[in-house]
């Protein structure tokens, strides 16, 4: 994949505002300018998204077999239906270190790294794949990387390791995990504003003298992919606007009529649908602007204490949940498979030359056991999309029984796609040639 500058990029500028663009067939976005006469040459680049959700799945149906239009999936699962066929299902792959604690943090903390975590509460994982990515080449966008989440992070210990474990998957370092950005706002503003600061104008109203400019320069394709991309935007920002006025009541079902305290400048949306609903559009546009490359979405801890009383499943926490695999315990799961299945419609939605942006992007789904009783002898895989025609969809992988499953291997595949080959990574020294 060629190498991009952040300072060739072609972008809508207004006072304290730069937006990206959009791929667009008329414009050079990526690449140099081409030759004289000649159309752009320049290819969309890979983008990846990781999303987590904590306690695993309701373990009889977590499940997918067959190929292509015939797969067939579990009832976890059927929210992804639709696009089964670009969707690789990954089998039997473990974390080896995961398993030495046995408990939630210490089987979520090195989800990213396979490194080897310090127990007695202190803090030293390993620098996660998304960060690592984001250091090779972070530099070629804006926004080197975008760590969003929908659930605060835990500093307590339990059982001699740090919650921050269970909290965090991205790490920086070994010994610095990534900040959360939980407020839909910041992450908008970080995306879009020149300074991470919530101001009173509106992105699109800042930059549509420019943006007015450039639609009488380009392509009549291109203005229809142009005005649909600034609509996209204009509606995460009233929702933000909506969402921050609920107060911060997010995952709990509210006992007054309005809150008896006043509103948080920056809100999160109290309800928890709404706040990963924002977070998954934030995620689309950064790569629908090619503003980030990599986005990491955890959408709640590990250990995790969310409600859900939009489903009418309100009288338990998440955690106690994943302990019995009832039917309110798969609502639960299909709920979060659901945001992956929606940021994937998306992104299949948004044409990138001959590509789809979901074509060009991986989104690899998983979780730190396979089941709420704490089951890491193999963990939950999904990947979507196609790397930029370097994945193949429609397929189920199965390294079940199979020596050389380490999950670091699936990794080491995947920044392969990336051109980022390290010698090794974790306890991982070759790929999956599968992938």
């Known amino acids: 994949m060629p190498s991009h500058h952040f300072s060739r990029r072609t972008f809508l500028r207004g006072a304290g505002v730069t937006m990206a663009l959009p791929w667009m067939e008329s414009v050079t976005v990526w690449g140099d300018s081409p030759p004289s006469g000649t159309r752009p040459a320049s290819e969309a680049p890979v983008r990846l998204a990781v999303l987590f959700s904590g306690n695993g799945f309701h373990s009889k149906e977590w499940w997918a077999r067959g190929q292509g239009h015939n797969m067939e999936l579990g009832k976890v699962l059927q929210p992804l239906h639709s696009l089964r066929e670009k969707m690789v299902f990954v089998r039997g792959l473990y974390n080896a270190e995961a398993l030495k604690g046995n408990i939630h943090s210490s089987q979520t903390g090195n989800l990213l790294s396979g490194a080897p975590l310090a127990s007695g509460g202190e803090i030293r994982s390993g620098t996660s794949l998304d960060q690592l990515l984001a250091q090779k080449y972070g530099n070629s966008t804006k926004v080197p990387s975008l760590v969003l989440g929908c659930e605060k992070s835990n500093p307590s210990v339990h059982k001699n390791y740090s919650m921050l474990y269970s909290s965090h998957i991205s790490w920086s370092s070994p010994t610095t995990p990534t900040p959360l950005e939980l407020y839909p706002a910041l992450a908008f503003d970080r995306l879009f504003k020149d300074s991470v600061s919530q101001g009173d104008r509106s992105v699109l109203d800042a930059v ?151 074509d060009n992007s991986m989104l690899l789904y998983c979780s730190s056991m396979m089941n709420g009783n704490h089951d890491a002898s193999q963990l939950p895989v999904v990947l979507l999309g196609g790397a930029g025609g370097r994945i193949s969809g429609g397929r189920v992988l199965d390294y079940t029984g199979k020596s050389d499953r380490q999950i670091c291997r699936l990794y080491l595949s995947m920044m392969e796609t990336m051109q980022v080959r390290p010698k090794s990574f974790g306890d991982a020294s070759g790929r999956l040639e599968e992938i």
Request: aromatic share 6%.
């Open 208 to 358: 549509l003298s420019d943006a007015n400019q450039l639609r009488r320069r380009v392509s009549t394709l291109d203005r229809h992919k142009l005005d649909e991309y600034l609509n996209s935007v204009r509606d995460v920002e009233q929702r933000i606007e909506n969402a921050g006025k609920k107060g911060e009541l997010q995952g709990w079902r509210p006992v007054l009529d309005k809150p008896n305290m006043a509103r948080p400048a920056d809100g999160i949306p109290q309800n928890i649908a709404d706040h990963m609903r924002l977070m998954c559009d934030i995620l689309v546009l950064g790569f629908q602007t090619d503003t980030t490359r990599i986005t990491t979405l955890k959408l709640n801890n590990d250990h995790s204490s969310l409600r859900f009383p939009h489903l009418g499943v309100d009288y338990m926490i998440h955690h106690l949940l994943s302990h019995s695999d009832t039917a309110d315990w798969l609502k639960v799961n299909q709920f979060f498979i659901e945001q992956l299945a929606y940021i994937a419609r998306k992104l299949d939605a948004i044409q990138e030359g001959n590509r789809t942006l979901l």
